[in-house]
């Protein structure tokens, strides 16, 4: 049976902001931590990571998508420099999401209540909206990354709507995951 690693995001369609997020990442690349820097094609917000799913399994994700999840297209406010667990010991460092949070929030919760109507449990965690930039290999040369991130702390980015859900496909390789698009869930109009 052949499985598919999915997940459901929404991706920054903004060739702007994306340019000033590789800029950040790369600017806090150049602390020489030990980094695994996020490809531009591959920054997005992830709403809900599914995992490894039956191919057959994916249809139906996506039909209760479309059947339950109902948005208008709302403004996302890009900005600030974070780190999870937290920026003095960071696993993960991220670019923020202020105006448009609690709307992907409350996007992610419609989201999923479908999963559970196809069969998949909800998600335990707390969603905190945010753009993986890095991740944290180690903790090597932390003083100079703390340095770099602490500079772009309150960086602004830019604003874009959100205006569609996708459905996604992780294919993971040696030189890191590619994403495919199976479904897209847009919005209705207001």
């Not at 499985?3 to 800029?23: C, H, N, P, Q």
């Not at 069969?119 to 945010?130: A, D, M, R, V």
Request: net charge positive.
């Amino acid at each position: 049976m052949s499985l598919v690693r999915t997940f459901i995001a929404v991706d920054v369609e903004s060739s702007e902001i994306l340019g000033k997020l590789a800029r950040v990442r790369d600017y806090i690349a150049e602390s020489q931590a030990d980094l695994k820097p996020v490809s531009v094609e591959n920054m997005h917000i992830t709403l809900r990571f599914i995992g490894e799913v039956p191919l057959a399994k994916v249809q139906e994700i996506c039909e209760a998508l479309h059947k339950s999840v109902k948005f208008k297209p709302f403004t996302m406010r890009i900005e600030g420099i974070g780190a999870f667990p937290n920026i003095h010991r960071p696993r993960v460092i991220w670019a923020g999401v202020t105006a448009g949070a609690l709307e992907l929030i409350k996007l992610a919760k419609e989201v999923d209540e479908a999963l559970r109507k196809a069969g998949i449990q909800p998600s335990e965690e707390k969603l905190t909206p945010h753009i993986t930039l890095h991740r944290v290999k180690s903790l090597r040369n932390a003083p100079s990354l703390l340095k770099q991130i602490d500079s772009v702390v309150n960086e602004f980015f830019g604003e874009v709507t959100v205006d569609k859900v996708k459905v996604k496909r992780s294919i993971l390789t040696s030189s890191g995951p590619m994403y495919n698009d199976l479904c897209v869930i847009k919005a209705v109009e207001r």
